[in-house]
């Protein structure tokens, strides 16, 4: 358990709770969204409520990248026979995205897009989907994830065995499928008398190259922490702890850390997380490959001024003095002293930090 913090930089906000105040709920032609809707609807046309177990409602951003998104949301209706519906918050993209998000939502029951007229980040596009979302269980899933078969069935399969998981990740791949992007040995914290003090990911030595069925990426169980590209949450929970920690009097996160943060959120509420390796999906998401001056990553995903100040909030919310970054190639890992980083080269098998260290192991043990 996370110790609680005695300053106002942890009090919950409970932004999910106050989203019908907080953002605009807007079909395409600039009306009010039903936000009282009662029923809802899978992708086979059966009704539900005001009884929506069973259902899951998964929550795609929608940021320019319209052929990303259908692509996305086609591999969802070819690989999930698990019943859900689909809520797409769209960021005021131009309007061939929206013509595709459009034809989405006149041919599918099911899905329902939020027509924002400009970003609310990351943080803000998803709580509005999660609060626009009926589902039981709550799907959060970037647009460039590509959903293998079964991938729900999977997560589903592991919150059914443990009431108290509020989190469960799916194993992400690379683009040909076979090499591992993120899997749930990658996710690891400092921790000491039950706070966290170092918290990112170990992609070095043997976690570096792994094979898609490599017993490392095969391994599964309790994770410190876990990536939001492609995750499974219970609904109830995500209230409870008050959604995504979103911008309240320019205090919160925009669109960085924000799965770090829901995470410690999600522990700091009683919640374990789990990561499924039997669930999988493909990110598309190279740097090296994509043009990062067109429209998506100009103006939404590269802000690096935005990503500062979202790294130093959650960096002084939390108490953290490490953001670790051990990559096979070199190690990015940052020291923070409250006000400013330094590069630092951490040896995580030190006496200084072995005792420490929480991954997917320890948990286990």
Not at 115 to 128: F, I
Not at 341 to 362: C, H, P, Q
């Amino acid at each position: 358990m996370i110790s609680e913090k005695k300053d106002n930089r942890m009090e919950n906000k409970n932004v999910l709770g106050d989203a019908n105040n907080r953002y605009s709920f807007l079909d395409r032609h600039g009306r009010p969204l039903n936000l009282n809707r009662t029923t809802a609807y899978d992708q086979n046309g059966k009704e539900y409520g005001p009884d929506f177990r069973g259902l899951t409602s998964i929550v795609i951003i929608s940021a320019e990248r319209g052929n990303e998104t259908k692509k996305c949301v086609e591999a969802i209706f070819n690989n999930t026979l698990t019943p859900f519906e689909i809520i797409i918050s769209d960021v005021g993209s131009g309007p061939k995205t929206r013509a595709i998000i459009s034809e989405f939502e006149d041919r599918h029951k099911n899905i329902h897009v939020i027509y924002n007229k400009q970003s609310t980040g990351t943080t803000g596009q998803r709580n509005q989907g999660i609060f626009y979302s009926k589902g039981e269980f709550i799907a959060l899933m970037d647009n460039d994830v590509l959903v293998l078969p079964e991938w729900l069935m999977h997560l589903k399969a592991v919150a059914a065995n443990d009431s108290n998981v509020g989190l469960i990740g799916a194993k992400l791949l690379k683009a040909e499928s076979k090499k591992v992007y993120y899997c749930g040995g990658h996710a690891v914290t400092l921790e000491k008398n039950g706070t966290i003090y170092g918290i990112g990911l170990d992609k070095a030595g043997s976690m570096a190259d792994l094979n898609r069925y490599d017993p490392l990426a095969m391994k599964g169980g309790e994770v410190p922490w876990y990536t939001t590209t492609l995750l499974l949450a219970r609904r109830e929970t995500l209230f409870d702890v008050g959604g995504f920690d979103d911008m309240i009097d320019e205090k919160g996160i925009f669109i960085a850390n924000e799965d770090k943060d829901l995470s410690l959120s999600i522990r700091r509420g009683g919640y374990k997380i789990y990561y499924c390796p039997e669930s999988e999906g493909i990110h598309n998401h190279d740097y090296a490959k994509v043009n990062r001056e067109d429209d998506y990553h100009s103006k939404y995903r590269l802000r690096m001024e935005q990503i500062e100040k979202d790294t130093r909030y959650f960096l002084n919310k939390w108490d953290i003095m490490y953001m670790i970054e051990k990559l096979h190639h070199e190690d990015n890992t940052r020291k923070w002293d409250g006000q400013t980083s330094t590069r630092f080269a951490i040896d995580l098998d030190s006496d200084e930090f072995k005792n420490d260290i929480v991954t997917i192991d320890t948990l286990a043990s």
